[in-house]
């Protein structure tokens, strides 16, 4: 079956650090893949998108690479800062779907001044 | 103006009882959505309508019924609750169903089933 696993369900770094969080997909190869964040007591926020013929993909400090290959997607947070603490969710498209996205368990970031 | 708006935030009910929850978008999307929280934090998608059809209907007890009476609007009636239907319920809207389509969540509404 179609899993998505997002290895740290929590990272804590210190304020002007790059953050790196981690997700993995096994047994499919999506189309895209999605990047939200999620602040307590909210619903989550779409990021970024990054499809399956793209590297890397940059918005302001973020940036998310896409590696087919190894069948996983990194998201980096430069210049980190406390603000960017939140849970960050992968969402990839769901194979043989229209729009249907799988979302991964999120990494929970913590930005300590 | 809030995009996506649910309501209730909160909802707090006897087990067996039979519950609604309401979703309006202002964004004028075609498409709408039903994802599920649990308590380990999975987002799983329940259903989804394009232009009031359903699209997506996940494995999901009948005891559910979506219902969208215009595109904005996707509501929610759960019938006879269950203690394992405590989750956080949000409603989502996308433009259309094309790839890559982002979603436009709700703040969600925290169902307790006591």
């Known amino acids: 079956s179609q899993k998505i696993e997002q290895n740290s369900e929590a990272l804590n770094i210190q304020e002007g650090k790059t953050a790196t969080l981690t997700c993995n997909y096994t047994?499919?190869?999506?189309?895209?893949l999605q990047w939200y964040r999620q602040d307590p007591g909210r619903g989550p926020v779409f990021l970024l998108l990054?499809?399956?013929?793209?590297k890397e993909k940059r918005k302001e400090r973020l940036k998310v690479t896409f590696d087919t290959t190894l069948k996983q997607s990194l998201f980096h947070i430069t210049a980190s800062q406390p603000a960017d603490s939140a849970t960050y969710l992968c969402?990839?498209?769901?194979?043989?779907?229209?729009?249907?996205?799988?979302f991964g368990k999120g990494t929970k970031l913590s930005v300590k001044p | 103006d809030t995009a996506v708006s649910q309501t209730p935030k909160y909802l707090v009910t006897q087990m067996g009882n039979d519950k609604s929850i309401k979703c309006e978008q202002n964004l004028g999307h075609d498409t709408m959505y039903w994802y599920k929280q649990d308590s380990k934090k999975f987002l799983k998608i329940m259903f989804s309508?394009?232009?009031?059809?359903?699209?997506i209907n996940e494995t999901v007890p009948n005891r559910f019924s979506p219902k969208s009476p215009d595109k904005a609007h996707l509501n929610l009636h759960i019938n006879s609750l269950e203690l394992g239907d405590s989750a956080v319920y949000f409603c989502a809207s996308s433009l259309g169903l094309g790839l890559g389509e982002k979603l436009f969540f709700g703040s969600g509404t925290q169902l307790s089933v006591l």
């Open positions: 047994n499919y190869s999506p189309a895209y």
């Open positions: 969402a990839p498209l769901r194979g043989g779907s229209q729009g249907n996205l799988i």
């Open positions: 990054i499809r399956e013929n793209e």
């Open positions: 309508y394009n232009n009031k059809e359903l699209i």
